[in-house]
C-alpha cells in the first residue's frame, strides 16, 4: 500500500514537473518574441520624444534668454527699487534680474 502511494506521488510530481518545465519555457519563448517585435520600437519611440523634449527644453530655455535680453531695462528698474522684503514677496519672480544688475547700475 506504501508502495502505490510512493508510485503515485512520484507520478504527480513528475507530471507537475513536466507541466511547470513546459509552462517556463513557453513563457521565455513568448517573452523572447514579444520583446524582439516590440522591444526596438518602443525604445526608438522613446529615443525620438526625449530627443525632442531636450531641444524643446533648450528652445525655451533660448527664447527665455532673448526675452530677458530685451526686457530688462524695462522690468528690473522696479526689482531693485522695491525693498527687500517686496523683492521677495511682489517681485519674486523677477530674481533673474539680479544678473542685470551690472547692466542697470552702468546705466544710471
Not at 18 to 44: E, H, K, M, R
Not at 55 to 67: F, L, S, Y
Amino acid at each position: 500500500m506504501i508502495d502505490s502511494h510512493i508510485r503515485k506521488r512520484r507520478l504527480v510530481l513528475s507530471v507537475g514537473l513536466l507541466l511547470f518545465v513546459t509552462f517556463v519555457a513557453t513563457f521565455g519563448i513568448v517573452a523572447v518574441n514579444v520583446s524582439n517585435s516590440l522591444g526596438q520600437p518602443l525604445w526608438d519611440s522613446w529615443l525620438a520624444h526625449s530627443e525632442r523634449l531636450t531641444k524643446e527644453e533648450k528652445r525655451g530655455a533660448r527664447i527665455e534668454t532673448e526675452a530677458r535680453e530685451q526686457t530688462y531695462e524695462t522690468l528690473c528698474p522696479a526689482y531693485f527699487e522695491a525693498s527687500f522684503f517686496d523683492r521677495w514677496v511682489r517681485y519674486n519672480d523677477r530674481r533673474w534680474c539680479e544678473s542685470f544688475h551690472d547692466r542697470m547700475t552702468s546705466q544710471s
